[in-house]
């Protein structure tokens, strides 16, 4: 059974880049069928899908965070991982990593999340 | 605030129908399939329904969907304390280049 685990830091300063790992076990990220995705939750707030990334290793992520996002993979160690720079209290979340199946443009199997909040 | 509408929240009592809109636009529902979420308490979000309207293996048949045009809508008939969970909407939206979600909707069973 298909399963993904985040890992990081759970605090992070202000102006530091946020940097978290999902870990894929019970299948492989290196499938042409699926894409690999960050999706979070502020506190309160909905969801927000921040990006994804392919077996091939291209990437596409939401504009309105283009310019601080990251998502790279590790077919290696089965995991792909996500760096959003300069941070503010606003990115403080519940941050998920999942599978992307593109075909129909969903999100079939979720990570349990991990908080990372953002103070100094 | 989001690019899809939902209601804040939908109640019923166990055995009713409770039914959830979502409301987008042409760039969005109205030209790609809508997905929906549930989210129980203190777990992460589970896909419900995809393609608008198709049940994952294990989920039940009192849940549905269905769209038309730029909106969608869920349905749960025969409701349960169990069901009590923020369901959230979801599809691609061709104009932003972003997979975007509704603000989500709380269930609460009476």
């Known amino acids: 059974q298909l399963q993904l685990q985040e890992s990081g830091p759970g605090l992070v300063k202000p102006s530091e880049t946020l940097s978290l790992t999902c870990t894929v076990s019970?299948?492989?990220?290196?499938?042409?069928?699926?894409?690999w995705a960050w999706i979070r939750q502020p506190p309160g707030k909905g969801l927000q899908w921040i990006g994804s990334i392919s077996y091939y290793g291209s990437t596409y992520y939401n504009p309105s965070l283009n310019s601080r996002v990251t998502i790279s993979a590790d077919t290696s160690k089965n995991l792909f991982s996500l760096r959003l720079s300069s941070v503010t209290a606003a990115d403080t979340a519940v941050y998920y990593c999942a599978r992307h199946i593109v075909a129909v443009s969903d999100f079939d199997h979720w990570g349990q999340g991990t908080l990372a909040t953002v103070s100094s | 605030q989001s690019v899809l509408t939902q209601p804040p929240s939908a109640s019923g009592t166990p055995g009713q129908r409770v039914t959830i809109s979502c409301s987008g636009s042409s760039s969005n529902i109205g030209s790609n399939t809508v997905n929906w979420y549930q989210r129980l308490p203190g777990t992460a979000p589970k896909l419900l329904i995809f393609?608008?309207?198709q049940r994952p293996s294990g989920v039940p048949d009192r849940f549905s969907g269905s769209k038309s045009g730029s909106s969608a809508s869920l349905a749960i008939s025969g409701l349960q304390s169990e069901d009590e969970a923020d369901y959230y909407c979801?599809?691609?939206?061709?104009?932003?280049?972003?997979?975007?979600f509704g603000s989500g909707t709380k269930v609460t069973v009476l």
């Open positions: 019970g299948g492989s990220i290196s499938t042409t069928t699926y894409h």
């Open positions: 393609d608008s309207k």
């Open positions: 979801g599809a691609w939206d061709d104009s932003l280049h972003a997979y975007v």
